[in-house]
């Protein structure tokens, strides 16, 4: 797969590709508990594909995956953390309650259309709700790198892409002009 386009690749691990409608349009939540073992699955699916995903590109900025990005119509995304260890995030129904005033832009890429990289503007801490497999609700503050890794994702539980939040007159960068991979972003 070396020689394949970063998209091929991605299109090849299973990741929906960017023309794609169910890219562009918000997901359904689950009714939990009642849906858990739904939810596991489309997890577990989840899962699967970033573990596939990260045999063949490393990401020193962590990354995520959003279910609409496995062709699944359902509100759950994960994100793993750039730091060695770190436990996942799991998003289930989540929802940005508040963010902070400040932002920074930064360059972001997307399984989904993965030849390119967008600076994309995001505001430094953002506190989101979401919902545990047994029906709690939780709320969790998210800072810098790992706010703008769960805002990419919960984008694509409401049918966004990055482009979307791209500042007019701005394009996405090929991955050949892009040098920073295999580094975090700086704060």
């Not at 939990?32 to 596991?40: G, H, I, K, S, Y």
């Not at 996942?88 to 399984?111: A, K, M, Y």
């Not at 694509?156 to 996405?172: F, I």
Request: aromatic letters at 6%.
């Amino acid at each position: 797969m070396s020689d394949a386009r970063p998209s091929d690749t991605m299109r090849a691990l299973g990741v929906v590709q960017a023309e794609a409608q169910i890219l562009h349009r918000p997901t359904r939540a689950f009714d939990l508990p009642a849906e858990r073992e739904a939810a596991q699955q489309v997890l577990d699916q989840l899962f699967a594909a970033a573990a596939r995903i990260s045999e063949v590109h490393p990401f020193a900025k962590g990354m995520g995956i959003a279910a609409p990005q496995i062709d699944v119509d359902r509100a759950a995304a994960i994100v793993q953390p750039a730091e060695a260890g770190a436990d996942p995030i799991i998003l289930l129904n989540p929802r940005i309650v508040s963010h902070s005033d400040e932002t920074d832009e930064q360059f972001e890429g997307c399984l989904s259309f993965f030849d390119v990289r967008g600076l994309v503007p995001r505001p430094l801490t953002i506190t989101v709700e979401h919902t545990s497999l047994d029906g709690s609700t939780a709320v969790a503050t998210y800072h810098q790198g790992l706010a703008r890794l769960v805002h990419h994702e919960i984008d694509h539980l409401d049918g966004y892409l990055y482009e979307d939040r791209m500042r007019d007159g701005v394009a996405p960068i090929s991955v050949a002009e892009y040098r920073q991979t295999g580094s975090a972003w700086s704060y």
